[in-house]
């Protein structure tokens, strides 16, 4: 079975704190994915990754980054974290454009 | 752009008895997959059904079923004989056919099943 694991399910950060959220797979997926999800507004696409190094920005890739230097892992960064920045995240990758994509169980961020 | 539209925010169903969660979606492009993902409370997001856009029948598997009308952008998933492990928020998806399976979603619909 495909695992999708995220380094934190809970965390608490202060604004203006630099974040950084990883995700690991281990099916050796080409695609990976960081979306954060918010009531009503079902899951937004922040930023994708079709290979290592390689990047693209999704709907919603202000105030974020990420770093993709091992296929196996996806790296999702707040360079300074902001209240507005509260939400679920939720890691996905896939082994191909049509393929499912696999999720990770979430990480809850709160930015005081 | 693409849009995806769950006008359906909560919907309930007696166990045993037969749901249909709608959703309609916009698209331009003429090749793409359309996705029911399942996220129960608190576990983690798994696929429920994938429909390929260029297929006119629709898929199914096991309890699970879609009514795909690719002319009426209309991708509505009907479960049947409801269990008690199919509350959950469901998530209906387009896949945007160009560039590496990225996937807009809907907003979601909670089902409850009632005992």
């Known amino acids: 079975d495909v695992k999708v694991t995220q380094s934190s399910r809970y965390l608490v950060k202060r604004t203006g704190e630099k974040v950084f959220l990883e995700c690991v797979q281990d099916?050796?997926?080409?695609?990976m994915f960081w979306y954060r999800q918010d009531p009503g507004l079902g899951l937004r696409l922040i930023y994708f990754?079709?290979?290592?190094?390689?990047?693209e920005k999704g709907d919603i890739p202000e105030g974020y980054s990420v770093s993709r230097e091992k296929k196996e892992r996806f790296s999702l960064i707040l360079e300074s974290a902001s209240t507005n920045q509260t939400s679920m995240y939720l890691c996905?990758?896939?082994?191909?454009?049509?393929?499912?994509?696999?999720f990770g169980p979430g990480t809850r961020l709160t930015v005081l | 752009a693409q849009t995806v539209t769950q006008s359906q925010p909560e919907m309930s169903v007696q166990e045993a008895e037969t749901v249909t969660l709608s959703c309609t979606y916009d698209?331009?492009?003429?090749?793409?997959?359309l996705f029911w993902y399942k996220q129960p409370p608190s576990r983690q997001m798994i696929l429920v059904i994938r429909q390929e856009a260029y297929k006119q029948q629709n898929a199914t598997e096991n309890r699970f079923s879609v009514n795909f009308q690719k002319a009426a952008k209309s991708f509505s998933l009907k479960i049947s004989d409801s269990q008690l492990g199919d509350a959950a928020m469901y998530f209906c998806?387009?896949?945007?056919?160009?560039?590496?399976?990225?996937?807009?979603f809907g907003q979601g619909t909670i089902l409850t099943v009632h005992p």
């Open positions: 998806a387009l896949s945007r056919g160009t560039s590496y399976g990225k996937l807009t």
């Open positions: 698209t331009s492009e003429s090749d793409y997959y």
């Open positions: 996905a990758s896939s082994l191909g454009r049509w393929d499912e994509q696999f």
């Open positions: 990754s079709y290979d290592v190094k390689m990047k």
């Open positions: 099916m050796d997926h080409e695609n």
